[in-house]
């Protein structure tokens, strides 16, 4: 039965989120971002882990639903979370991607992760000090083409050694040496395999040769740590290979379609971040403009809108429009049906349209949004990251594409 | 708990529109705009599938189908699909019926849903646009004056469905100010004196579809001819349905836009290779896609709203905005993917092109 109300008590939840969004993060959100990494929210940071350890980590770690024994079972984790991320976007961005939660590197482990990896590396999330996670695949030479990895790994005897230069990990700095975390490093088993040979390791903190070697200034989300992590001759036990150790013969990616499958479950959470930001600017905007008497006049006419009130109208919109294709990506998840379109579908659209509603809402606040007096020249810059990271709008277009010709990447690069 | 899946009966619905479109509607769309009159019996048959005013009770003969935006909307995208002109034909009676149903007195009720339910088309049609440039629902130039006991109607209505054949026109008029309250609606007989009904108006597109000019010069109408007596409409619903309505038609055209698209992609080649491995190509309907599941879900979520009792109006007005905008650009970059060949009436996306600009001005050409 088609419902777009959500029940009782993920309404319930998403309150007390937006709650903590209010109080934690909105106080601080202009100040952590013209102080970049000088400042840290530690009040929210440790408020939002005891919410996180109450709540058992409710938006740890997105799962895949399963269908059990042919039986469609709905569950309720995918929407849980994409709802959470979106208020805690809202209230900060970059406060959000710094919330000690497992995040993308707990997402790989909830997705292929043994019981034995599961315990290990996630279940510290619910006891003890705040703790990061960080997922690490981008490399000075290699982004989109994900499949391009030159870091390796090495196995001699019981470990794994790996060696290479990993960029833009966020969280990266917080996850391996600011609290007892750990990263997922993607590296390559056998060079000559192409993609077959791509696995991704988990490194916990404070490993030996890996060492944090610059943080990077951003246009935006500037409380976030984006970490360059360098990686010489670090061991890590055996056990540590997420998923399974074969290399199939040059041309088959199924090792490595695994690993990507794990977008499918994080792309709606970061559709969700972005559609947190645009929310907020949206919203902004039209109290802003309210008190200035600008009033849109929904059900009139549609040629005597004025200009504005039409902006106001299609950054309302765009910001549903995207929410709700956020919505449906996650609810396939629970209902356990394949949402690689979907998933790629809320990504590009929102990522998009959000950076357009943050760019109308500068422009609608005239000379005032340009002033850092208001937020929404931050939320604009805050924006921007939703339409890169996790694949760029372009990369989510190819995805698209390719499901809707039902064409390999060899055909549609 | 937010749920996606369709009921059951909405796919039953479903299916039974998507045949229709399939194989009466889309294969004799472009004779059809071409020779701009519907197919022999199409009304017929249609009307006999049932489709348009299922949601009548049992009480005056109907089919009792619960009455719901959303199941509404999920049957007119399939009809929109097949083609426009015949889908605005074969929904006219429930430009009148619903209306009639929802705020109708019982008398009203006894004459229009069993002339709703019987086995000829109805000649009922509903008359809300007007011929300038600021069209606004809220605001209409035709008026109702009182005069005694009757009203008199003034004003020009233009692209009222089926209004060459209609015995009888629901007429839209101000009665006050402005403001969706200040609206009623009036039943108006052709053979009224002051009625002057045009010759079929020529169009850019929906050209099978008959559409006239409804020019009403003091024309007298008893008070029982306005809907619901004194108690009058609830016209800002009546707005909202009807947005849900066209918005979901609109939908229709951009998935068969979009869907052509695809198939003529795949294998249109030039320097040896399908245009659709070429990423101007394949991105251009990559966002054909992922425009056009956004605006479902906008118009799906507008629909539900009026199937909880809200009145809807923002998020009716804000989805076919949406909707109004996509399905230009949808059909507009589906002649773009034949290119050449995209311009030539023999195709169909031209058509759909034609058809598509419509909706941005079209208002109260269908209801759910
Ligand atoms: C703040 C921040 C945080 C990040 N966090 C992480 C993280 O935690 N972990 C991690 O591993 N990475 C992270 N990244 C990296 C991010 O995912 C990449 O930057 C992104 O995937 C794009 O890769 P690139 O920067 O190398 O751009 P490139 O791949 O060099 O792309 C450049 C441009 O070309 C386009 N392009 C590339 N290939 C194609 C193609 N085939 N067809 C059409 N267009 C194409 C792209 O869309 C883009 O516009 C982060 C980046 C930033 C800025």
């Known amino acids: 039965m088609i419902n777009f109300q959500h029940g009782d008590s993920l309404n319930n939840l998403a309150a007390a989120v937006e709650q903590i969004a209010r109080d934690h993060m909105r106080p601080f959100t202009r100040a952590v971002d013209e102080k970049e990494h000088e400042l840290n929210p530690d009040s929210y940071i440790n408020t939002m882990y005891e919410v996180l350890k109450m709540t058992g980590g409710a938006m740890n770690s997105p799962v895949m639903g399963a269908k059990e024994g042919g039986e469609k079972k709905r569950r309720t984790g995918n929407i849980t979370s994409v709802v959470f991320i979106e208020k805690m976007a809202w209230g900060d961005c970059g406060m959000y991607l710094a919330t000690p939660m497992p995040l993308l590197g707990g997402a790989a482990v909830g997705s292929a992760g043994t019981p034995e990896q599961k315990q290990k590396f996630l279940a510290r999330f619910r006891e003890g000090k705040p703790k990061w996670a960080a997922m690490a695949i981008t490399e000075p030479g290699m982004g989109s083409d994900s499949g391009a990895v030159t870091t390796t790994a090495t196995l001699e005897g019981d470990e794994w050694v790996i060696n290479g230069e990993k960029i833009f990990v966020t969280a990266g700095k917080r996850a391996v040496e600011d609290s007892e975390g750990f990263v997922v490093v993607w590296a390559s088993v056998d060079r000559k395999a192409g993609r077959a040979g791509i696995k991704a390791f988990l490194v916990d903190h404070h490993t030996p040769g890996m060492k944090v070697a610059k943080l990077e200034h951003k246009h935006g989300i500037r409380c976030s740590d984006t970490a360059v992590l360098v990686f010489e001759n670090c061991r890590i036990p055996k056990e540590n290979l997420l998923g399974s150790a074969d290399v199939k013969p040059t041309g088959d990616s199924k090792g490595f379609k695994g690993a990507m499958a794990t977008f499918d479950a994080t792309r709606p959470p970061v559709a969700a971040s972005a559609v947190g930001v645009g929310r907020a600017a949206a919203e902004y905007t039209s109290e802003y403009l309210a008190k200035q008497g600008v009033a849109p006049r929904y059900g009139i006419g549609r040629n005597k809108l004025t200009a504005v009130e039409k902006d106001l109208m299609m950054m309302e919109a765009k910001v549903k429009a995207s929410w709700l294709l956020t919505l449906k990506a996650a609810w396939m998840s629970d209902i356990g049906e394949p949402n690689n379109l979907e998933a790629s579908i809320c990504k590009c659209k929102s990522g998009r349209d959000m950076v357009w509603v943050c760019q109308k809402a500068v422009e609608l606040l005239g000379s005032e949004g340009y002033s850092r007096k208001h937020l929404v020249e931050k939320w604009m810059r805050d924006s921007k990251i939703g339409d890169i990271y996790e694949g760029t709008q372009q990369i989510q277009k190819l995805v698209v594409a390719r499901r809707i010709f039902g064409y390999s990447r060899e055909q549609l690069a | ?368």
């Open chain 2, 1 to 368: 708990m937010f749920d996606l899946e369709p009921s059951e009966d909405q796919k039953l619905m479903v299916q039974t529109a998507r045949e229709l479109a399939k194989n009466e509607m889309d294969p004799a769309a472009h004779d059809a705009d071409e020779a701009a009159k519907l197919p022999a019996d199409f009304l017929k048959k249609s009307w006999e599938l049932g489709l348009a005013c299922a949601a009548i009770p049992e009480k005056y003969n109907g089919a009792s189908m619960e009455r719901s935006a959303v199941t509404g909307a999920m049957i007119l995208e399939e009809l929109g699909a097949g083609d426009l002109s015949m889908a605005i034909a074969m929904l006219a009676p429930s430009l009148v019926a619903y209306p009639v149903l929802d705020y109708g007195t019982d008398l009203q009720k006894e004459i229009v849903l069993r002339a709703c339910t019987g086995s000829e088309f109805p000649k009922l049609t509903a008359a809300l646009m007007e011929p300038v440039y600021d069209f606004d629902p809220t605001a209409l130039r035709t008026t109702a004056i009182r005069s005694g006991t009757n009203y008199v109607l003034n004003g020009v209505k233009t692209l009222v469905p089926n209004g060459s054949t209609a015995d009888s026109f629901l007429v839209y008029a101000r009665v006050g100010g402005t403001g969706f309250d200040n609206v009623q609606a009036f039943f108006v007989q052709r053979t009224v004196p002051g009625v002057t009904v045009s010759e079929k108006e020529k169009n850019m597109g929906i050209n099978a579809l008959d559409t006239v000019t409804l020019t009403l010069e003091n024309v007298g109408v008893a008070p029982d001819t306005r809907v619901g007596g004194a108690k009058g409409i609830d016209f800002e619903r009546i707005m909202s349905y009807s947005r849900v309505a066209q918005s979901a038609l609109a939908l229709g055209v951009a998935r068969k836009a979009y869907e052509h698209s695809v198939t003529y992609a795949m294998e249109r080649k030039t320097w040896g290779q399908p245009i659709a491995t070429r990423q101007a190509i394949a991105f251009m309907i990559a966002d054909m896609r992922i425009e056009l599941d956004a605006a479902r879900l906008l118009v799906w979520e507008a629909a539900w709203h009026l199937d909880k009792g809200r009145k809807a109006t923002k998020e009716s007005y804000l989805a076919k905005m949406v909707v109004d905008e996509m399905v230009l650009k949808v059909t507009d970059d589906s002649v773009m993917v034949m290119g050449g060949h995209g311009f030539i009436r023999e195709n169909p996306v031209e058509r759909w092109l034609r058809n598509g600009r419509g909706f941005a001005t079209f208002d109260g050409l269908a209801m759910v």
